[in-house]
């Protein structure tokens, strides 16, 4: 007589593991999502629920855009200190920057901003994309003066807003398609360049680039007017070691020689950041992925968590109206 098998009891004990396992971290994947989102984007409420279905105007561009898909993904930070880099570089804008800005002492506070500007007209309604572009012209008209070299200067400069535009655009792809989860086809790039355009047109910039192949001319177009001074030297050094808060200082500095590795030869000669052959495909390129991933790993967790707290509210008004 065949004895029969006793069932097995793996597949409970493994999902009970994985279940504590889960519930053991997940305080500390929220905590660190609120951290980070609090570095970045300041005290400022998400523009938009991103877990959930999404409701009413899609604004500019939409879920199904290449935009969302971009700027979604945490590759974006080290786009972003690139962007900064490079825009530098134009030394009429670094001008502005120098004259205008408190970064040195509140580094926090215009990054918040520039990350707001960036989410709100990437996933807010279109009047919310449109009321931050109007905000951010009226800021451009009261950035005026002189640069060093005696050429006056002016924010509103639809040449100076278009080398901002182009700069941000360049350096949010490259990052996305170096250490993104996912990097665009050559046809998803060339629609990205083609969907941005429409925020340099928001801030009256000059005619931008609508494909890759068009960045690319417009870069070597603009190169003569490139030339890095003291301001734009003393404000590289200031990008690789900013007044950071400790928590983040060690991601931080594994994501900002990401962004120098993914500068031209020659814009890092310029700002005079050096970069050791081998070092950066050996070692910083795995290190910033493993970083971004986890950055990426806790705010998608600190939204699911946020979603399901109002999905409880809302069952939970919906159940007990008096108490709602």
Same mark, same amino acid.
């Given at each position: 007589?065949?004895?029969? *098998?006793? /069932?097995?009891?793996? /597949?409970?004990?493994?999902?009970?593991?994985?279940?504590?396992?889960?519930?053991?971290?997940?305080?500390?994947?929220?905590?660190?999502?609120?951290?980070?989102?609090?570095?970045?984007?300041?005290?400022?409420?998400?523009? $938009?629920?991103?877990?959930? *279905?999404? =409701?009413?105007?899609?604004?500019?561009?939409?879920?199904?855009?290449?935009?969302?898909?971009?700027?979604?993904?945490?590759?974006?930070?080290?786009?972003?200190?690139?962007?900064?880099?490079?825009?530098?570089?134009?030394?009429?804008?670094?001008?502005?920057?120098?004259?205008?800005?408190?970064?040195?002492?509140?580094? %926090?506070?215009?990054?918040? $901003?520039?990350?707001?500007?960036?989410?709100? &007209? &990437?996933?807010?309604?279109? =009047?919310?994309?449109?009321?931050?572009?109007?905000?951010? #012209?009226?800021?451009?008209? +009261?950035?005026?003066?002189?640069? /060093?070299?005696?050429? *006056?200067?002016?924010?509103?400069? /639809?040449?100076?807003?278009?080398?901002?535009?182009?700069?941000?655009?360049?350096?949010?792809?490259?990052?996305?398609? !170096?250490?993104?989860? %996912?990097?665009?086809?050559?046809?998803?790039?060339?629609?990205?360049?083609?969907?941005?355009?429409?925020?340099? @047109?928001?801030?009256?910039? @000059? *005619?931008?680039? !609508?494909?890759?192949? %068009?960045?690319? %001319?417009?870069?070597?177009?603009?190169?003569?007017?490139?030339?890095?001074? #003291?301001?734009?030297?003393?404000?590289? +050094?200031?990008?690789?070691?900013?007044?950071?808060?400790?928590?983040? !200082?060690?991601?931080?500095?594994?994501?900002?020689?990401?962004?120098?590795?993914?500068?031209?030869?020659?814009?890092?000669?310029?700002?005079?950041?050096?970069?050791?052959?081998?070092?950066?495909?050996?070692?910083?390129?795995?290190?910033?992925?493993?970083?971004?991933? &986890?950055?990426?790993?806790?705010?998608?967790?600190?939204?699911?968590?946020?979603?399901? @707290? !109002?999905?409880?509210? =809302?069952?939970?008004?919906?159940?007990?109206?008096?108490?709602?």
């Amino acid at each position: 007589m065949t004895t029969p *098998p006793l /069932p097995s009891t793996a /597949p409970d004990v493994g999902a009970a593991i994985d279940a504590a396992v889960r519930a053991a971290v997940e305080p500390f994947r929220v905590q660190l999502g609120r951290g980070l989102r609090g570095f970045i984007a300041g005290d400022g409420e998400p523009i $938009r629920d991103l877990i959930g *279905p999404i =409701e009413g105007d899609p604004g500019l561009f939409g879920p199904d855009s290449v935009t969302w898909k971009v700027h979604s993904d945490g590759a974006m930070l080290i786009g972003g200190i690139r962007a900064l880099l490079l825009q530098i570089m134009h030394p009429l804008a670094m001008a502005g920057v120098a004259d205008h800005s408190d970064y040195r002492h509140h580094p %926090e506070a215009r990054l918040a $901003r520039t990350s707001q500007f960036v989410a709100t &007209t &990437t996933f807010g309604t279109t =009047e919310q994309a449109h009321q931050a572009a109007a905000i951010v #012209k009226r800021v451009h008209s +009261r950035v005026v003066g002189t640069a /060093p070299d005696g050429r *006056p200067y002016s924010a509103s400069d /639809p040449h100076l807003i278009s080398w901002v535009h182009h700069a941000e655009v360049d350096s949010f792809l490259a990052a996305h398609q !170096r250490y993104g989860a %996912e990097p665009l086809t050559e046809a998803e790039a060339d629609q990205y360049v083609a969907e941005m355009a429409v925020i340099n @047109e928001l801030l009256d910039g @000059e *005619p931008p680039a !609508r494909s890759v192949a %068009e960045l690319r %001319e417009y870069f070597e177009r603009i190169a003569p007017e490139l030339t890095v001074g #003291k301001q734009g030297r003393d404000a590289a +050094r200031w990008l690789l070691f900013p007044p950071v808060p400790v928590a983040v !200082r060690p991601a931080y500095g594994v994501l900002a020689p990401a962004a120098i590795g993914l500068l031209s030869p020659e814009a890092r000669r310029a700002l005079r950041l050096p970069l050791l052959p081998g070092v950066d495909p050996l070692m910083v390129q795995p290190a910033a992925r493993a970083i971004v991933r &986890t950055l990426g790993w806790a705010i998608t967790g600190l939204a699911e968590f946020e979603y399901a @707290e !109002r999905l409880a509210a =809302e069952h939970s008004a919906a159940a007990d109206p008096e108490a709602a």
